[in-house]
Nanobody, 123 residues
Framework: QVQLVESGGGLVQAGGSLSLSCAASGRTFSRYAMGWFRQAPGKEREFVATISWSGGSTVYADSVKARFTISRDNAKNTVYLQMNRLKSEDTAVYYC????????????????WGQGTQVTVSS
């Protein structure tokens, strides 16, 4: 069992930056691939970024590539999402998720989810 708690969301102006964190409970955090997803009002949950258990592999959605960076610290049981050059279309609730299998782009591939943190980008 893995419990995930996101933090770091908030209100930021377009062009600004935010850093999200996701703290995981459990001693097996390093065995999980981790992902970030987001969901805007009236839209489906969409993939943002994912990172392998070792941190050696990352994949990003085209919409955030070169602006967002996912990273992890297995010693701290934490995964991060650094978001730069934010746009109004980045406004959403951001969720972190853990997958026992390899990294994936679909929500169905993830086994555990956090409660989400709101990110609002004003234009």
């Amino acid at each position: 069992q893995v419990q995930l708690v996101e933090s770091g969301g908030g209100l930021v102006q377009a062009g600004g930056s935010l850093s999200l964190s996701c703290a995981a409970s459990g001693r097996t955090f390093s065995r999980y691939a981790m992902g970030w997803f987001r969901q805007a009002p009236g839209k489906e949950r969409e993939f943002v970024a994912t990172i392998s258990w070792s941190g050696g592999s990352t994949v990003y959605a085209d919409s955030v590539k070169a602006r967002f960076t996912i990273s992890r610290d297995n010693a701290k049981n934490t995964v991060y999402l650094q978001m730069n050059r934010l746009k109004s279309e980045d406004t959403a609730v951001y969720y972190c998720a853990a997958a026992q299998a390899t990294i994936g782009l679909r929500p169905q591939m993830y086994d555990y989810w956090g409660q989400g943190t709101q990110v609002t980008v004003s234009s």
